[in-house]
Nanobody, 128 residues
Framework: QVQLVESGGELVQAGGSLRLSCAASGRTFSSYSMGWFRQAPGKEREFVAAISQSGGSTSYADSVEGRFTISRDNAKNTVYLQMNSLKPEDTAVYYC?????????????????????WGQGTQVTVSS
């Protein structure tokens, strides 16, 4: 089992940047495929970005492609989401998620139902 704790969310002006972090507990972080999702008020949780166990493969939602970058440091048990050129429509609670690949094969995933563990979320607010 893994516990996930997000941080880095805050109020930022449009055009600005933020870096979110997600720290994972446990010693098998490299066994997990990781993802970032977000949920705005009144909307469903949506995929933002995902990364494979080694970090060699990544996937992005069309809405953030070219502006956001997902990365991971397996030595620090942490996954990051660098967000540049932020827009008011990026305002949401951002969640980190993990899928255990200890006994499965795969790279990255873009549906919430594919993930086994979730963090509590961090609020990102982009003002216009």
């Amino acid at each position: 089992q893994v516990q996930l704790v997000e941080s880095g969310g805050e109020l930022v002006q449009a055009g600005g940047s933020l870096r979110l972090s997600c720290a994972a507990s446990g010693r098998t972080f490299s066994s997990y495929s990781m993802g970032w999702f977000r949920q705005a008020p009144g909307k469903e949780r949506e995929f933002v970005a995902a990364i494979s166990q080694s970090g060699g493969s990544t996937s992005y939602a069309d809405s953030v492609e070219g502006r956001f970058t997902i990365s991971r440091d397996n030595a620090k048990n942490t996954v990051y989401l660098q967000m540049n050129s932020l827009k008011p429509e990026d305002t949401a609670v951002y969640y980190c998620a993990a899928r255990d690949l200890t006994y499965r094969s795969g790279t990255y995933y873009n549906r919430p139902s594919q993930y086994d563990y979730w963090g509590q979320g961090t609020q990102v607010t982009v003002s216009s």
